[in-house]
C-alpha cells in the first residue's frame, strides 16, 4: 500500500523577505520552519511519515478553495451579496489550490509511480486581495475590494507572508499546474451546478 498524506505551505516560515530567495515559490526541499502550531502539527505529520517505511506521496497545497464548504471564494460570494465593500488583506501572497485540481494531480501521480514530496498549487503569485477582485469580476458581483495591510486584519494565528509554492517539480513529471483565474473560472462553475 501507497500513504498519500497532505500538508501545507504553513510548514515553511512565511516570510516577506523569502519571496525574493525564493520568487518562483518555495520548493519541496526549501528549509521548514512553521511560525503557528497548525504548520507545526502539520511539519509534524509530515516527519513522521519521513521517518516511516511505509511507501508514500506527501502533497503540499496551499489557499485551498472548492465549490464547497468554507473557503475564501464562497465566503467572498457570501460576504459580497450582502456588502457592496470588502476589506480584503493585500500583503501576503501565493496561489490558489482547487480541490478538483489536487485530486486529478494526485490520481496521476499515483498512476505514474510517483513517490516523495510534490507541490500542487496554481500557476501565478497573487494577494487574497487580487483573489477578492477576479471572483467579483467573474460572478459579475458589483463588490469595491478595498486593499488593506495585515495590520489591519488581526487573526488568533500569524498569517504566512509569503505562501507560493514552487510547481517546478510537479512539472518535470508533466504534470503542468493551471493558472489560476482558469481553476477558479471552474470552480465558479462547479458552484452554479
Not at 25 to 39: F, L, M, S, T
Not at 93 to 115: E, H, M, Q
Request: charged letters at 25%; aromatic letters at 10%.
Amino acid at each position: 500500500a501507497i500513504l498519500v498524506h497532505f500538508s501545507t505551505d504553513y510548514v515553511f516560515p512565511g516570510k516577506s523577505a523569502d519571496r525574493i530567495i525564493y520568487p518562483k515559490g518555495y520548493p519541496e526541499d526549501a528549509a521548514r520552519k512553521p511560525v503557528n502550531i497548525y504548520g507545526e502539527s502539520k511539519l509534524a505529520g509530515e516527519l513522521e511519515l519521513e521517518k516511516s517505511d511505509a511507501e508514500w506521496l506527501l502533497i503540499r497545497v496551499s489557499w485551498l478553495c472548492s465549490p464547497f464548504g468554507k473557503n475564501f471564494v464562497n465566503t467572498m460570494i457570501r460576504l459580497g451579496s450582502v456588502k457592496n465593500k470588502l476589506s480584503v488583506v493585500e500583503d501576503q501572497i501565493g496561489s490558489p489550490t482547487y480541490t478538483f485540481d489536487v485530486v486529478a494531480k494526485t490520481r496521476k501521480l499515483l498512476g505514474r509511480g510517483k513517490r516523495g514530496t510534490f507541490h500542487v498549487s496554481s500557476e501565478g503569485a497573487i494577494s487574497w486581495a487580487d483573489f477578492a477582485e477576479e471572483i467579483f469580476h467573474i460572478t459579475e458581483m458589483n463588490v469595491e475590494v478595498e486593499r488593506v495591510p495585515s495590520s489591519e486584519y488581526p487573526t488568533d494565528a500569524e498569517r504566512p507572508a509569503f505562501s507560493l509554492l514552487s510547481t517546478e517539480k510537479i512539472r518535470t513529471v508533466g504534470l503542468s499546474p493551471r493558472e489560476w483565474k482558469e481553476g477558479l473560472k471552474q470552480l465558479i462553475e462547479l458552484r452554479g451546478q
